[in-house]
């Protein structure tokens, strides 16, 4: 039995399983070029900011975000808290609220597509199996001795939907399973953000004349013991 009869023996409830087989693969492969664009690693964006904040404050810390261009929903998250540091930490943390909301929903798009379409699939073999057994005894009602050509047309159809049912579920399901594993390692990195934000911002900038200090004691921790002057040599 070729692709093409087994098709046509397999009744109408067979299309719309191959509609929504083509819908999954669809939203599959759409979902898991979207999560590797957002999915790029943002610890060393994360560290580089939190040196910038420390050094040179929030402001400098945003425009190195948006120099780096990063587009990951950590990324975008920090973006937000960095601008409204200047109002406080609270409503830094408000700012990242709200957009880690806004980052979620499109983290997650199109996951409960799959899931749906992974609880519906059994349901329509179910069904294609159902009108394919009435089929059959339909058969029997007409006719007095049904031949086994007769009969198999009705099963043909129902064992068909069951089948194609089962696989277009399992295929939705792993493939749910799959999109969402990744989805929740990039939302932890978006919530770590949100998380580690507001303490970077409670720390005051450490100022130049600081950091100068700092230079100039480390660098006379390598005078000679005997005194202030001459070479820098032991350590004291």
């Known amino acids: 039995m070729t692709i093409l009869q087994l098709i046509q023996a397999a009744g109408p409830v067979f299309y719309v399983l191959v509609a929504l087989s083509v819908y999954v693969l669809f939203v599959t492969f759409a979902r898991a070029q979207t999560l590797s664009r957002l999915g790029q690693d943002p610890t060393a964006l994360i560290e580089r900011a939190r040196a910038t904040t420390a050094e040179s404050g929030p402001s400098a810390a945003l425009a190195e975000l948006d120099y780096a261009g990063h587009g990951s929903p950590a990324a975008n998250v920090m973006r937000a808290g960095l601008s409204r540091a200047e109002r406080g930490p609270q409503a830094a943390e408000a700012a990242m609220n709200s957009a880690l909301l806004a980052e979620d929903s499109r983290i997650y798009a199109g996951l409960n ?124």
């Open 113 to 236: 597509a799959l899931g749906t379409a992974a609880q519906i699939a059994p349901l329509l073999g179910l069904l294609g199996t159902v009108i394919g057994m009435v089929r059959s005894f339909l058969v029997f009602s007409n006719a007095a001795n049904p031949t086994p050509a007769e009969l198999g047309q009705g099963i043909s159809e129902a064992l068909i939907n069951t089948a194609g049912g089962l696989v277009v579920a399992i295929i939705a399901y792993l493939a749910r399973n799959a999109l969402r594993a990744q989805a929740d390692r990039i939302a932890t990195a978006a919530e770590r953000v949100r998380e580690e934000v507001p303490s970077w911002l409670s720390r005051p900038a450490m100022p130049a004349a600081a950091r100068s200090q700092t230079l100039t004691d480390t660098d006379t921790a390598y005078l000679p013991l005997g005194g202030t002057s001459g070479a820098k040599g032991a350590v004291r």
